[in-house]
Nanobody, 124 residues
Framework: QVQLVESGGGLVQAGGSLRLSCAAS????????MGWFRQAPGKEREFVAA????????YYADSVKGRFTISRDNAKNTVYPQLNSLKPEDTAVYYC?????????????????WGQGTQVTVSS
């Protein structure tokens, strides 16, 4: 399985932006669908976005559509979610996920590999 390491989290004011990164190693990155989830305190981990192996298809949760953009660079084994127009309700630990076959993108059980998470805090 591929190993994943997130970076780029931090504290930002409402309306601001952050660019997260997820670096992969130990596997063939281009054979993995990549995704992002987030988990706020006291809440379940929820799907945020995903990108196909080639990067040609992207998928977003309704709550972030139009504000977040996911991209990948297969030459650098890295996936990048760009978080724009951030809101206090976006505050959470953001997790990178990878999987070879994802029947249901929004299900945490469908993904094979997970990063350790990076904290995003949006102040009002």
């Amino acid at each position: 399985q591929v190993q994943l390491v997130e970076s780029g989290g931090g504290l930002v004011q409402a309306g601001g932006s952050l660019r997260l990164s997820c670096a992969a190693s130990g596997g063939t990155f281009s054979s993995y669908t990549m995704g992002w989830f987030r988990q706020a305190p006291g809440k379940e981990r929820e799907f945020v976005a995903a990108i196909s192996r080639s990067g040609g298809s992207t998928y977003y949760a309704d709550s972030v559509k139009g504000r977040f953009t996911i991209s990948r660079d297969n030459a650098k084994n890295t996936v990048y979610p760009q978080l724009n127009s951030l809101k206090p309700e976006d505050t959470a630990v953001y997790y990178c996920a990878g999987g070879r076959t994802i029947p249901v993108l929004t299900s945490t059980r469908a993904w094979d590999s997970w990063g350790q998470g990076t904290q995003v805090t949006v102040s009002s």
